[in-house]
């Protein structure tokens, strides 16, 4: 029997997957988590053959959360299942240590091809992942500005861009507002911007809301 571990915070979008994996594995036990809280207390609790976890969950950063499954279970098999579209989250999870990177677009054609080749012990990679990858290998230099921030810098970029307040991405991401503007902080430094304004003029430039 497969053990398989979802991890999203909406019942909808984990109903649906779990519908597409018992249509392929009828006999496999499916478990369901919203948060990465939750995903860390299952996957401590039981034995999982593969997780698919989405990136945007309440609380804890979901990359944050694929570190510390990786530290824990170094062996266990994480395929990442985002809104995101690959060319902004893609190569961070990779290098976090999952497995394979999805979008929820594309997740009924291609998820049950990810979790066979995952399973199988290999990595589920696209070939616009793996162009990606192969580009990154490049010096530093050659990397776009946002490419240079820390996983929750670019997801604070992101929410600044998206119009939140720092009071606002401080509630959404559970930090303090001097933690958030600390962040703010360092992306200006590291951007060599100077105001909200040219963070949202540069993130939509980039597709990156």
């Known amino acids: 029997m497969i053990h398989i571990l979802i991890a999203d915070d909406h019942s909808i979008v984990?109903?649906?997957?779990?519908q597409i994996?018992?249509?392929?594995?009828?006999?496999a036990n499916i478990?369901?988590?919203?948060?990465?809280?939750?995903?860390?207390h299952a996957?401590?609790?039981?034995?999982?053959?593969?997780?698919?976890?989405?990136?945007?969950?309440?609380?804890?950063?979901g990359l944050e959360t694929l570190k510390q499954l990786k530290i824990e279970f170094p062996k266990l098999p994480v395929l990442i299942l985002s809104m995101h579209p690959e060319d902004q989250y893609a190569i961070r999870a990779l290098k976090a240590g999952a497995a394979g990177y999805l979008t929820k677009e594309s997740a009924?054609?291609?998820?049950?091809?990810?979790?066979?080749?995952i399973l199988d012990g290999r990595r589920y990679i696209t070939a616009s992942v793996?162009?990606?990858?192969a580009e990154n290998l490049e010096q530093d230099s050659t990397k776009e500005l946002h490419e240079v921030l820390s996983d929750r810098e670019f997801d604070v970029l992101k929410l600044i861009a998206s119009g939140k307040t720092v009071s606002e991405i401080a509630e959404q991401l559970l930090?303090?507002?001097?933690?958030?503007?600390?962040?703010?902080?360092?992306?200006?430094?590291?951007?060599?911007?100077?105001?909200?304004?040219?963070?949202?003029?540069?993130?939509?430039e980039n597709k990156l809301v």
Do not use: C, Q
């Open 31 to 40: 478990g369901e988590v919203n948060n990465g809280l939750e995903l860390m």
């Open 21 to 27: 994996l018992l249509d392929e594995f009828p006999d």
């Open 175 to 204: 930090l303090s507002v001097t933690t958030v503007s600390t962040y703010r902080a360092r992306i200006l430094l590291k951007t060599n911007m100077k105001t909200n304004a040219e963070l949202t003029h540069y993130a939509i």
């Open 108 to 117: 009924s054609e291609e998820l049950i091809h990810a979790i066979r080749k």
């Open 14 to 18: 984990r109903r649906g997957l779990k």
């Open 43 to 61: 996957a401590r609790a039981h034995r999982w053959n593969i997780i698919i976890s989405d990136l945007s969950m309440p609380g804890r950063n």
């Open 130 to 133: 793996a162009e990606k990858l």
